[in-house]
Each structure stands twice: as structure tokens, then as C-alpha cells.
């Protein structure tokens, strides 16, 4: 295949039928967000500012229980989940046999969505429904780079525990991607004006009306950050004004004013960005609560994890990509719907010709798979100088007088589920067997 010249044909040829989303081109995730409104948290359909910002959103709603804008009884869930949602939710996120690894991670543990974001609720009590394993897929979801926003308990979950006149008490309920603690506001049913604090990442995105202030941003039972003493790299977002409050029947709280209502964290280049407020600003659907929480759902995704590499490639040896979720062996495991597979091979001076092969598996051929490569950088496909989309599974690549040095290749599946939307989220269909991965071999030769 010529180089660019294949490429954009068959590049233009795919953006026109619209089977491939640009952001997931670039990125190689499933979808942009996985909101969880399972049990015991707050149960909507939908997030304004995931429309406002034109992201992609699938989501689990467990349907046992009441939202907290039922302000006569705050607290009112059913107790543990029905039979059928505490099923579904660990299909969801644990695993099952159509889809091992859970609906957060692809086959060899990468992030399927690019960002989680959980609901407000009962933080204890949703993380011990989601079980130990539902609990430490969270965890790999956002040490392997996938993002998360946590409004009210989803600010709490993602701590180590909380912070109590007697000192710190770590749960196991939580997954502790943020190391550290929170504490209680006492504040229900009500409102707070939230500080801009000087130099907050959130100012890159909206200027918040220019006066460093939120108006009226509601609030029941959330948190505050333990200040005096947290994680290095934690990024103070946002105060409270614990002096004025709204639409309440509660009095003001001196106690919580200045206290940190928003933080940001992300441990590493691989991980994910976490960006939570103890507040709800996620229903707002107009003016700076909105931007609030477009903001931060922005910054989040800004702070997604490093592409990684599955290894290199050498001359003339061929690479099976054929384990499974419980082989717990990435960089040889089955590749996932909308993913990417990375790959280096080190080319020497004075190649004549150069290569790749994409083979399918025996029995295993009914795939859209799409082949890259590009000099010195990652070689997604709006950047790849050389690539081959063509329908079906086994395909190459031929690059005559290649640069010595790096060449990165890509191998990316085309061919993904149906989701069909009910009241508790999606179900899939079709071609729920990419779930568990596809198998195949990848080939240098020069």
C-alpha cells in the first residue's frame, strides 16, 4: 500500500459512511462517559452537561429507590437492592459470561469509556452492593487511565475513608484512587455558594461570571476534603461559603465555610484524572452550575492516561494476541470494540522495504479490523502516515524505504455491539462476542 494516499481514501471513505466517531478514532475508547446510578445512589437517564458538551454517555440505573429531589425524605432508598438489580449490577461491573471483564474494562484491563462518572447516594452503601470486585474495578478502571467525576458520594467513594473527630477510619467500600480522607458537612436539603479558588484548573474552560464565586449550588449530606492532611498532587478546585445559603430550611454553617468542596487528582501519566465536588451540580441544565459541572467533567478528560505500548515487535517473528480476561497477561490479551493495540519496532538502517502483517485466528475472522503505522509517535489513525481500513480482518502493510528509527503500529477493531437503551441503561446485542476480545497474530518483516 502507498503511503497517505491509501490512508486518505480510506479515511475519507469512513468519516463519510459515519462509522467511525472522531473522538474515538483518536482515542480508542468505547464511548466518552459511564455514569452509574446504581443501587443506592440517585437514578436519572441522563446528564445535561453530557449534552451540552456533545459526549457520548451510556449508563446502569438501578430503579429500586427514590432521588434526592425528594426533599420531604433525602434518605428514602430501599435496602440493598432488589434481587434483579443487584444482579445486573454485577453483571455490569464485575463481569459475566458474555462480557468477563465488566463494562468499564476492555479484555486486558484498559478503560472502555473514557470517564465514570457516580452519582450522589449512599457511598458505603453502593460500594459494599458493587463487592470487593466491583470495588477493585473501579480501581483498575482509573489506574489504567480511565477518568472520574463523583458528585456528593461519588466524591466520597473514590477516598481511602473518612476523617472523624477521633481520627481517620479507612473503608473498604471505597476504591481509594484519591488516598485520602473526607468528612461529613452535616448539611442537607439545602444550597451553598462555592470560591473559585485562585489559579483553579476549572478557569481554563469557563470564567464562572469573572467575580471567583458559584451561586445556589445544591447540596444534601455531601462532604468536604481533610485539608490538614492529603495526597501531594491534590489540586484545590473549589471552597465553601458556609455564610450564605439558599432555598433551605436548614440555618447556615459557619463550620464548613472555606472548607475545599472540589479537588482534582491524578497519580500519574498512566492513570486518570479524578475531579469530584462534595456538592450536586449535575442537574443543572443553564448558567455557571452547568459550567461548573461541564468543567469538570472537562478537566477530567483532559487528564486521561498515556497511550501504552504492548511491546516491539521483532523481524520476522509473528505476536499472538490470543489470552483472555483471566489469563492476566496484557500485552498478549485479545483486543476489545473501539480499542487500540500499541506496538514498536526498531527499524535499521538502510531498509530496503518493511512489512506488517494482521492475521486472523482460525475461526475468528468475521471482523473489522484496521491496521496503522506511523514514525517516531503513536499511531492512531488521524495521525498514522500509513494505514490500511479496508473491510475484513486480514490485511498489510508495505513501506518502501522506511525511516530508520521507531515505527509505531496500530492495530484498531471496527467492529463493536449494538446498545439498545431501556429504563436501566443499555443492553447489548449483536455482536456481543468482541466483548470478550478477538484474537490475532501481528508480523514485521524487513
Not at 500500500?1 to 481514501?9: E, P, Q
Not at 447556615?252 to 479524578?274: E, F, H, Q
Amino acid at each position: 500500500m502507498k503511503k497517505n494516499i491509501t490512508l486518505g481514501l480510506c479515511l475519507a471513505a469512513m468519516l463519510a459512511s459515519g462509522s467511525l466517531n472522531a473522538q474515538n478514532r483518536y482515542s480508542g475508547y468505547y464511548k466518552d462517559i459511564f455514569m452509574d446510578s446504581g443501587i443506592e445512589l440517585n437514578t436519572y437517564s441522563s446528564i445535561p452537561a453530557v449534552d451540552f458538551l456533545g459526549l457520548t454517555m451510556e449508563r446502569f440505573t438501578s430503579l429500586d429507590k427514590k432521588t434526592y429531589d425528594d426533599v420531604d425524605n433525602p434518605y428514602s432508598w430501599t435496602s440493598g437492592g432488589s434481587a434483579y438489580d443487584k444482579q445486573l449490577q454485577h453483571d455490569t461491573f464485575v463481569g459475566s459470561a458474555i462480557d468477563e471483564n465488566g463494562v468499564l474494562l476492555y479484555p486486558d484491563g484498559a478503560p472502555r469509556f473514557r470517564l465514570v462518572y457516580l452519582n450522589g447516594g449512599q457511598s458505603t452503601n453502593h460500594g459494599r452492593s458493587l463487592g470487593p470486585d466491583g470495588v477493585a474495578n473501579y480501581k483498575k478502571f482509573y489506574d489504567a487511565g480511565g477518568s472520574f467525576v463523583g458528585t456528593c458520594a461519588g466524591s466520597i467513594m473514590p477516598s481511602k475513608g473518612r476523617w472523624f473527630k477521633t481520627g481517620p477510619k479507612d473503608y473498604p467500600e471505597y476504591f481509594g484512587a484519591w488516598p485520602g480522607y473526607i468528612t461529613g458537612t452535616g448539611l442537607n436539603v439545602s444550597a451553598t455558594g462555592l470560591y473559585v479558588e485562585d489559579n483553579c484548573p476549572l478557569l481554563k474552560y469557563y470564567d464562572f461570571g469573572g467575580d471567583m464565586y458559584i451561586d445556589s449550588v445544591r447540596h444534601n449530606g455531601g462532604c468536604y476534603m481533610h485539608e490538614e492532611e492529603y495526597p501531594e498532587g491534590t489540586e484545590i478546585l473549589l471552597r465553601y461559603d458556609g455564610y450564605k445559603q439558599y432555598e433551605t430550611k436548614y440555618p447556615v454553617k459557619p463550620n464548613i465555610d472555606k472548607k475545599v468542596n472540589a479537588w482534582a487528582y491524578k497519580a500519574s501519566g498512566n492513570t486518570g484524572r479524578l475531579v469530584v465536588t462534595g456538592s450536586h451540580p449535575e442537574r443543572m441544565m443553564s448558567g455557571e452550575r452547568l459550567q461548573m459541572f461541564a468543567a469538570m467533567m472537562r478537566y477530567a478528560l483532559d487528564g486521561n492516561g498515556d497511550p501504552v505500548l504492548k511491546g516491539e515487535l521483532v523481524n520476522g517473528k509473528a505476536r499472538q494476541m490470543t489470552k483472555g480476561t483471566k489469563d492476566n497477561d496484557p500485552a498478549f490479551t485479545k483486543i476489545g470494540d473501539k480499542q487500540y493495540h500499541h506496538f514498536v519496532v526498531n527499524v535499521p538502517e538502510g531498509v530496503k522495504s518493511l512489512r506488517i502483517d494482521l492475521k486472523s485466528v482460525k475461526g475468528n475472522k468475521d471482523y473489522d479490523m484496521f491496521l496503522f503505522a506511523a514514525d517516531g509517535k503513536f499511531a492512531f489513525n488521524d495521525v498514522a502516515e500509513y494505514g490500511n481500513m479496508s473491510h475484513g480482518f486480514d490485511k498489510y502493510l508495505v513501506i518502501d524505504n522506511p525511516k530508520a528509527g521507531q515505527l509505531y503500529i496500530s492495530v484498531y477493531c471496527n467492529t463493536t455491539v449494538t446498545a439498545l437503551e431501556n429504563e436501566r441503561g443499555q443492553q447489548y446485542i449483536g455482536r456481543t462476542d468482541v466483548l470478550n476480545g478477538v484474537p490475532y497474530s501481528i508480523a514485521v518483516t524487513f
